[in-house]
């Protein structure tokens, strides 16, 4: 329970996960539910793990692309509650101003988006929470967002990733575990080059998904990506999987948590994926 001034004595959903010194506490409200911000001191930080580097790859398809051979699928919150949003949203302008069923409607719009961003959010909380915890450096790109956003064609599914949420989360939890974050450069051709001898694209257009060099090395573009990203930091010995394996950021979050094996993660995935096929 938390002691609010002028309100008295609250009984909170779930219990204080930290212990220490409480510094401040900052209410909020998200349509009818209120939540409750706690800062601690806690000198106990998060065991770090010992694997050394890795390059992470961003996209529209697939959230994020890891060089060590996993493809991070995006759950697209927007995309699929868009349609009861759009229904949602036509009810409540048929509805009178000042009525009490206008009121009730527009408390079902404020719960569709707050659904849409609490899915969002957790799904980028378990990337992040998994890419610092478990590898010492992390290298992933600078996006210019508010650039890619200017396409009308694909504003509205980038919208629906949180790239910037994304390197935000991963910026202050790499300094929460120690984790080394490092951004590339804008510029760098990370999609173009090869990540085995070095050699740049003059042109790749976007359906081209998989990357062919004249060395020899053909794999997935963007796996090529998170290689190049990967060597920025750290040149050494990585996965040669040609096609990445996909998982889900609760996929990862379990196998971060040593529930299960990556191997049965995969297998699980393949399995779903066969019975609604």
């Keep these: 329970m938390i002691w609010v001034p002028n309100l008295g004595w609250v009984r909170l959903k779930e219990k204080l996960r930290f212990e220490g010194r409480i510094r401040s506490a900052t209410f909020s409200r998200q349509a009818d539910r209120w939540f409750v911000s706690i800062q601690v001191d806690n000198d106990v930080l998060p065991k770090h793990q010992a694997n050394e580097a890795v390059g992470v790859?961003?996209?529209?398809?697939?959230?994020?692309?890891?060089?060590?051979?996993?493809?991070?699928?995006?759950?697209?919150?927007?995309?699929?509650?868009?349609?009861?949003?759009?229904?949602?949203?036509?009810?409540?302008?048929?509805?009178?101003?000042?009525?009490?069923?206008?009121?009730?409607?527009?408390?079902?719009?404020?719960?569709?988006?707050?659904?849409?961003?609490?899915?969002?959010k957790d799904n980028l909380h378990k990337i992040s929470s998994y890419l610092t915890s478990l590898y010492k450096n992390i290298a992933i790109e600078n996006l210019n967002v508010s650039g890619m956003l200017k396409n009308h064609k694909l504003s509205r599914a980038i919208s629906d990733l949180g790239f910037s949420e994304l390197r935000r989360q991963l910026e202050y939890k790499s300094k929460m575990y120690g984790t080394s974050l490092h951004i590339a450069d804008r510029f760098f051709p990370s999609s173009k080059m090869c990540c085995s001898c070095g050699c740049i694209k003059e042109e790749l257009s976007l359906k081209e998904r998989t990357y062919s060099c004249s060395c020899g090395n053909s794999l997935d573009r963007d796996l090529n990506a998170s290689l190049n990203l990967r060597n920025l930091i750290c040149i050494g010995p990585a996965r040669s999987e040609s096609t990445p394996r996909e998982m889900t950021a609760l996929d990862l979050w379990k196998f971060s948590k040593g529930s299960t094996s990556i191997e049965e993660v995969g297998n699980e995935l393949q399995t779903c994926l066969h019975k609604f096929a």
């Design 57 to 120: 790859d961003l996209g529209i398809h697939s959230l994020a692309h890891t060089s060590d051979g996993v493809s991070i699928l995006a759950p697209k919150p927007l995309k699929k509650g868009l349609r009861a949003l759009r229904r949602a949203s036509r009810r409540l302008s048929k509805k009178q101003k000042g009525s009490f069923k206008r009121a009730k409607q527009k408390l079902r719009v404020q719960r569709l988006h707050m659904k849409i961003s609490n899915i969002r």
